[in-house]
């Protein structure tokens, strides 16, 4: 298929995907100037010569001009609303062997898939706290979250959230045009690495030892009429600044095909997980994570950046008025944790256990307004919006 060559050849013609030291090179010897330079011209527009300068070591010591930069560029595209969504998981059952989550098939925890009842009462705590963007989350469980399980669900759903996204395995184009008939709008999926050797490393096993075809993913999803495309890496497992560029070139490309739909970053650091190991190779700190959320901002003035409740509150807090255009709120990371105290086990152990309310106030208190809906279902259906994307040739 086409389109798979063409991402894969320009992470492979850049060597974003192996032997990378060429970019370990390039981002150490970017000096004072060069980043000064950089930082005068017009903020919001890619280029890889820009990304390297604003993710170098030198750009560090000008964070505060790219916070001040990112925060107008931030309001002048997005106005000052933060949008408000929550995550629903529906099954923590996964045939993969990810070596970094509590959810992978060799831990020994408490698996629970939620029946369409059960996932619509939680989905009724959700809707009770106001939220009308809802994310479903599942494990790699295609036995029991099928694509009939998720349009049914959806069908149900979409009377009461404006908008549903999923996270869950990858699929084929014509699953994804079948659940995009049904209502859902938004995929996100973290490629987690970009780094072949690195991504084989962690994912030995099941279908998600598949790097090409997760890479590939996107393009089949937008391919297939979603207008939300959610991007990311897992925040630990390798350099962060080379996996940025990598992630960058993705967007880059998808943003170019698929015009009309909207990508974003999302930011996730490993976490604490049951059963996982607890040292990893690339931990990325608070300071290297707000430079990252920067730069990106700054190459891509349309994007949205979103950060979850894995982050502590004072964390997130401080980056509300800097770039971030959405935030979770009052998550539960495991089926049947909103309508149930007894929930199965964690995917990773919520920061920020502020509930939504509590969110929502902080937010305005920095003088943003917390929206809980900016798109209503009724678009979905419109003529059109169907076939927003040119299908892949
Ligand atoms: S990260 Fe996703 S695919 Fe991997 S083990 Fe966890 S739930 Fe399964």
């Not at 967007?251 to 059963?275: D, V």
């Not at 964390?315 to 199965?344: H, I, Q, W």
Request: net charge negative; with cysteine.
């Amino acid at each position: 298929m086409q389109t798979q060559t063409d991402i894969q050849s320009i992470l492979s013609e850049k060597q974003l995907d192996i032997n990378r030291e060429c970019w370990e090179h390039a981002l150490h010897t970017v000096t004072a100037d060069q980043v000064r330079r950089e930082l005068s011209n017009p903020a919001g527009k890619f280029s890889p010569d820009r990304l390297v300068t604003l993710l170098s070591p030198a750009a560090e010591a000008f964070l505060e001009t790219m916070a001040q930069q990112g925060r107008d560029l931030t309001v002048q595209r997005f106005g000052r609303t933060i949008q408000l969504y929550a995550p629903l998981y529906v099954s923590n059952v996964c045939i993969n062997s990810c070596r970094y989550c509590g959810y992978n098939k060799t831990t020994q925890i408490n698996r629970t898939r939620l029946t369409i009842e059960q996932a619509v009462s939680d989905a009724a705590v959700i809707a009770g706290e106001g939220f009308k963007h809802l994310l479903l989350v599942s494990g790699e469980d295609r036995q029991f979250i099928t694509t009939d399980y998720l349009c049914a669900l959806a069908g149900t759903l979409r009377e009461q959230f404006s908008s549903l996204s999923i996270e869950i395995y990858p699929m084929s184009q014509d699953e994804y045009t079948q659940v995009f008939n049904a209502g859902i709008d938004g995929v996100t999926l973290y490629q987690e690495t970009y780094d072949r050797n690195t991504y084989a490393d962690y994912h030995v096993a099941g279908p998600k030892a598949d790097y090409d075809s997760r890479l590939d993913a996107p393009d089949r999803y937008a391919s297939a009429g979603m207008r939300r495309i959610g991007l990311g890496v897992l925040l630990g497992l390798a350099d962060w600044r080379i996996e940025t560029l990598a992630m960058a070139e993705h967007a880059a490309y998808l943003m170019k095909r698929y015009w009309r739909s909207q990508i974003s970053f999302s930011f996730p650091r490993i976490c604490p997980a049951t059963n996982v190991q607890s040292e990893w190779p690339h931990l990325v700190s608070d300071q290297n994570m707000v430079q990252m959320m920067l730069a990106l901002r700054l190459c891509f003035s349309d994007a949205g950046i979103v950060l979850s409740t894995r982050e502590m509150p004072d964390f997130r807090d401080n980056l509300m008025n800097l770039c971030v255009t959405r935030l979770s709120a009052g998550s539960k990371t495991n089926p049947g944790g909103y309508a149930s105290e007894k929930g199965a086990a964690e995917q990773f152990e919520v920061a920020d256990d502020r509930s939504p309310h509590e969110v929502a106030k902080t937010i305005c208190s920095h003088g943003y307004e917390a929206v809980w809906k900016d798109w209503d279902a009724s678009f979905h259906s419109l003529k059109g919006v169907k076939s927003l994307n040119p299908s892949p040739q």
